[in-house]
Nanobody, 122 residues
Framework: VQLQASGGGFVQAGGSLRLSCKVS????????AAWYRQSQGNERELVAR??????????TYADSVKGRFTISFHDADKTISLQMNSLKPEDAADYFC??????????????WGQGTQVTVSS
């Protein structure tokens, strides 16, 4: 199983970016999914997540991004997306996707994608 993140870049404050994370693997089930971020000198923090993709539970968000960011999951192509609107300089960070993935030979395992950098100018 691999997670491949993309979509980071440079944007001015008030702009938008859309991050994508493709979960690849054969005969897999994605149980939950999340986006984290880490800026220089700070710990990695949870931005948005689906706690249980199988249970129809609504996603949750960090207070700092509520109303601006939207996480989504497209099961057909196993892609986790993060739509980021009204970006602020404090949103600048490396963004990481994470997924809990089930396979018959491993059971449920957490996987991380590589970081994708988001830069927001004031």
């Amino acid at each position: 199983v691999q997670l491949q993140a993309s979509g980071g870049g440079f944007v001015q404050a008030g702009g938008s970016l859309r991050l994508s994370c493709k979960v690849s693997g054969t005969n897999i089930i994605v149980n939950n999914a999340a986006w984290y971020r880490q800026s220089q000198g700070n710990e990695r923090e949870l931005v948005a997540r689906f706690r249980d993709l199988r249970g129809g539970i609504n996603p949750t968000y960090a207070d700092s991004v509520k109303g601006r960011f939207t996480i989504s999951f497209h099961d057909a192509d196993k892609t986790i997306s993060l739509q980021m609107n009204s970006l602020k300089p404090e949103d600048a960070a490396d963004y990481f996707c994470k997924a809990n993935v089930w396979r018959a030979n491993t059971g449920s395992v957490d996987y991380w994608g590589q970081g994708t950098q988001v830069t927001v100018s004031s």
